[in-house]
């Protein structure tokens, strides 16, 4: 999703630069004319409110209940139903006046009701902006409604917490971000305060943290650089209050049928009028028969029939969880040749999930989609051996929980250290009872975490999960069949992982160590850790995708796939969902579109 960039003011009130992301940190707060450990005074803060107003998108107007109801009759189609409903009326014909008046008010009401639904959409966009924020104010950190906050504010953010406007990023701590709701990609984006080229697109300004967002891990302090209407989310907010109501082919179609279906009732009329007058009929007989033959001329059946088609057309669209706003909406999907539509949360899961292991003894594969519901175990893993203390270490070198309500298991935590608790659970492995007495958490730079651990035995183990390279530059030897470690064969690692990757799977390395270390760091580790094996995830395809997919080409409609994802890992997915053949054709990136 592209969305335009974000806007800031400077400290005077006029605009200033929308590039953020490409100045130094110094830079940006001296346009912004605040203090990184200071903050803004509260005067200069209400100074700038009333600059910038409250930090909030606009309600959007409302239409009335009444008023909405008579715009299910603002339709061509209904126009020609009023027209001939009237006209029977007056010539007697209560059984046809009836009908048409009931097809009008079912039409409206089944237009009424469908818009009732989909109108909750702006509010819910408006409820996703609206939190709390740490800020300081006057070198004192306070807790603040997100509507209060104006640029300049420095925030602070911490994992759990929702951003509350556009931050420039200023101080990090292992920073990671699921802005999934701006760019659709499950995957947490780990952020840091370096300066980027001015020309990088929104997805990838990881020194910016975006309004409407969650923090997943790490902390940050940041500046704000845009509230309101002028963050990304405002600019979303923006695009979805301005849609227009497009005419569909079969509005298009009526609109003209209508107007010289009434430009020729009319002629006709006026012509048998005339022509009766000048032969010597009565003007109240020469009336009737022109007001008969316009009402014949009416075709009340047509719009009656069209109506009622649709009207089934919207109910079993309904039946399936697709809620249609306007009947003739019904008809344009018959005209549909092209689908673009989201990968992420709509083609896949929107769930990461370890579909296959790998270790120097062998892979595993935990076929079919893991379910909630789904009963583990599902498969059998040699205790102690390579497999297990990869699925072990996997969850016990991690910061997520899984837990079981209600029949259900629930995951909370970073997506794929979620992942690999369920792929030990689906294995039965279970850490529960290993006692964590020291963690070092993943950082950006070394691409690993590491956690030591009491066994239930007694024995300490440390446990590494990250990178594959960077594993292996901490590695000795590698899991073999035997107590003692074999000689490490990182060629043969890396041969594996190249495989997975190119099937568009995220790896995972996992290492162990059950020798006494000085401490959890690079040089106390290196050379002890014993290479387990790598656990490779993706975000599965739903059942019916590929299903779905076949049944438009098959009905002559193109299906075009958009997702922030790698390109390889695109072209992974487009194969396994029948979009396209093989792994031949790449995919066409925003760069590309750009050109």
């Avoid at 039409?107 to 740490?134: I, Y």
């Avoid at 958009?562 to 031949?584: E, R, Y």
């Amino acid at each position: 999703m592209t969305a335009a960039p974000s806007h800031a003011v400077a400290p005077d009130g006029g605009p200033a630069r929308d590039d953020h992301h490409a100045l130094a940190v110094e830079d940006a707060v001296r346009l912004l004319g605040t203090d990184v450990d200071h903050g803004l005074t509260q005067a200069e803060s209400e100074r700038r409110t009333g600059v910038h107003g409250p930090n909030e998108l606009p309600a959007v107007r409302r239409t009335s209940t009444v008023r909405r109801l008579l715009q299910q009759l603002r339709h061509p189609l209904i126009y020609v139903l009023v027209v001939a409903g009237a006209v029977a009326g007056l010539l007697g014909e209560v059984v046809d006046a009836s009908v048409i008046v009931g097809v009008v008010v079912v039409n409206a009401l089944v237009g009424f009701v469908q818009e009732s639904r989909a109108e909750s959409a702006l509010d819910a966009l408006r409820e996703m902006a609206r939190t709390h924020a740490l800020v300081t104010r006057g070198g004192v950190r306070v807790q603040v409604a997100s509507e209060q906050l104006v640029p300049g504010d420095v925030v602070h953010v911490e994992a759990g917490d929702k951003v509350p406007a556009d931050l420039r990023l200023v101080l990090e701590q292992e920073l990671e971000a699921d802005e999934s709701v701006l760019t659709g990609e499950s995957l947490p984006v780990v952020k840091d305060d370096a300066v980027l080229p001015g020309r990088t697109p929104v997805a990838d300004r990881r020194n910016m943290a975006w309004s409407g967002t969650h923090v997943t891990s790490g902390a940050a302090t940041g500046i704000v650089v845009a509230t309101g209407t002028t963050t990304q989310l405002g600019e979303v907010h923006r695009l979805v209050s301005g849609v227009r109501v497009l005419s569909t082919p079969l509005t298009a179609k009526l609109a003209d049928l209508s107007l010289k279906l009434t430009g020729a009732i009319l002629v006709l009329a006026v012509v048998t009028f005339a022509i009766g007058m000048a032969r010597g009929a009565g003007v109240a007989q020469m009336l009737t028969a022109a007001v008969a033959l316009a009402v014949g001329m009416i075709p009340e059946g047509l719009p009656a029939a069209v109506s009622v088609t649709l009207a089934i057309g919207v109910s079993r669209m309904a039946q399936r969880r697709a809620i249609i706003r306007r009947l003739p909406v019904v008809e344009t999907l018959g005209s549909t040749t092209v689908v673009c539509t989201d990968k992420t949360g709509t083609l896949t899961e929107n769930r990461m999930t370890v579909v296959e292991l790998w270790t120097p003894l062998g892979t595993l594969a935990l076929d079919g989609p893991w379910t909630p519901t789904t009963a583990v175990p599902e498969v059998e893993v040699p205790d102690g051996g390579p497999l297990w203390w990869t699925l072990a270490a996997g969850a016990a070198c991690n910061d997520a929980h899984l837990d079981q309500q209600d029949g259900r298991w629930v995951t909370a935590g970073d997506p794929t250290e979620s992942a690999l608790l369920v792929s030990a659970a689906r294995a039965g492995v279970d850490t529960a009872l290993w006692a964590r007495e020291a963690t070092l958490a993943f950082s950006s730079d070394r691409q690993w975490m590491a956690t030591q651990h009491v066994l239930p035995d007694g024995r300490r183990a440390v446990l590494v999960k990250g990178a594959l390279e960077r594993v292996l530059e901490l590695c000795g030897g590698q899991s073999g069949s035997g107590a003692a470690p074999d000689p490490l064969r990182p060629d043969q690692a890396r041969a594996a992982a190249d495989e997975l990757g190119a099937r568009g799977l995220r790896v995972l390395a996992t290492a162990i160590c059950t020798e006494p270390v000085a401490d959890l760091s690079a040089s106390s580790l290196r050379g002890l850790l014993v290479l387990t094996g790598v656990q490779a995830m993706q975000d599965p395809p739903r059942p019916s995708a590929a299903s779905a997919v076949a049944a438009c080409r098959q009905a002559g409609v193109a299906v075009k796939m958009i997702t922030g994802d790698h390109p390889t890992t695109a072209v992974a997915i487009a194969v396994q969902l029948g979009l396209q053949a093989d792994a031949s054709t790449p995919a066409l990136t925003g760069a590309d579109l750009d050109a």
